[in-house]
């Protein structure tokens, strides 16, 4: 019973460390535009959304394992903050090495089972390889787009670069393979353009 | 293909709807005391409780539901709040009501087939009877106790009622069924009335 609570208790420490990931601010703004979304609402809406469009994800794919890698995804960020997605190679690279100290540190305080799990699906959404991972990265791709540019936006006069082209450039590696969420892709970013919201 | 692009039409207009969830505030504060929680951020922290202590779940839980209904289970407060789990049977005879409503308008938002999925997962978590519902709902009693009074918590003095007697009162029917958490609740209270920040 002891060995049990003092594994309770570790776990317990690891869900309160996991809840100042509400205080991490992404650069996306809610879809009303009132504020900033932080990771951890973004980690649900995500989750949320793998379950609403489990039908489009490739044959074959294990949606509870896209939820589950979709709230774990963004943890690292406890430690190792959100960055744009259109960054710069050298500062991916750099991200990438932070991102790696802070998932060992943060899932170390787990017992070394859990730790181990957690630590593989947070590489398994990394290495973006298993159908379930690429499923995952093209809601994770798809959904700021919406939130930006979808209906009912606002619009974001924040990023001017991201012209119609350049928008569907950045896009298409994570969701050309899903091609009902590829064409919602096309016509999101086609209608922000006919609505003044986004460069043509 | 017309009729495909409709109906992901609607289930991006629901997933954008859902956004506003971000925006419904608890009377739960973050661990951090910081300020008050919304109710996105507060699901995506259950499902990963969900994740984190699925051992402690009846025998044959099955945890992916855990973790659906739990991304579920606020949903219906886009529309119709939150309330505080000691209010009166008046009260909660109003917000029942006020809640089917809202699932009907939200969830009829969706295709009729999803509607219907969606609706059943959030009947069976009310419901509380499933074993996926009960440590759905054992959870759901636990997270705000921890955030409150847990390792590091600055604890609450806006609830100077919730006396350690009370506090067990309310959180035993929820939880007694599941030994290691019930025995976590014992150990909060106390060690948060031997810390001063509850009455004892």
Redesign the interface.
């Known amino acids: 019973m002891l060995r049990?609570?003092f594994r309770?208790?570790a776990?317990?420490?690891?869900?309160?460390t996991?809840?100042?990931?509400?205080?991490v601010t992404r650069t996306t703004l809610?879809?009303?535009g009132?504020r900033a979304?932080?990771s951890?609402?973004h980690?649900?809406?995500l989750?949320?959304?793998a379950?609403?469009?489990g039908e489009?994800a490739l044959p074959g794919t294990n949606l509870?394992r896209v939820?589950?890698l979709l709230?774990?995804h963004d943890?690292v960020e406890v430690h190792a903050g959100d960055v744009h997605f259109d960054q710069s190679e050298a500062g991916q690279e750099q991200q990438a090495r932070r991102e790696a100290e802070a998932a060992a540190w943060l899932f170390g305080q787990?017992p070394p089972d859990?730790r181990d799990i957690?630590g593989a699906a947070w590489q398994e959404f990394e290495a973006r390889q298993s159908p379930e991972a690429r499923f995952a990265r093209a809601l994770h791709t798809l959904?700021p787009m919406?939130?930006t540019w979808?209906?009912?936006a606002v619009g974001s006069a924040a990023h001017p670069e991201l012209t119609f082209q350049r928008v569907q450039a950045l896009k298409q590696p994570a969701l050309a393979e899903f091609p009902?969420l590829w064409?919602?892709v096309r016509?999101t970013a086609a209608r922000a353009v006919t609505e003044g919201i986004m460069p043509g």
Chains 1, 2 share one sequence.
């Not at 776990?11 to 309160?16: A, G, M, N, S």
């Not at 996991?18 to 205080?23: P, Q, T, V, W, Y």
């Open positions: 049990g609570m309770l208790e776990q317990v420490e690891f869900l309160l996991c809840d100042r990931l509400k205080a809610l879809h009303s009132e979304e932080n951890a609402e980690s649900w809406h989750a949320l959304m379950l609403t469009l489009y509870s939820v589950e709230i774990l943890l787990l859990q957690f959904l919406l939130l979808g209906p009912g009902e064409e919602l016509q």
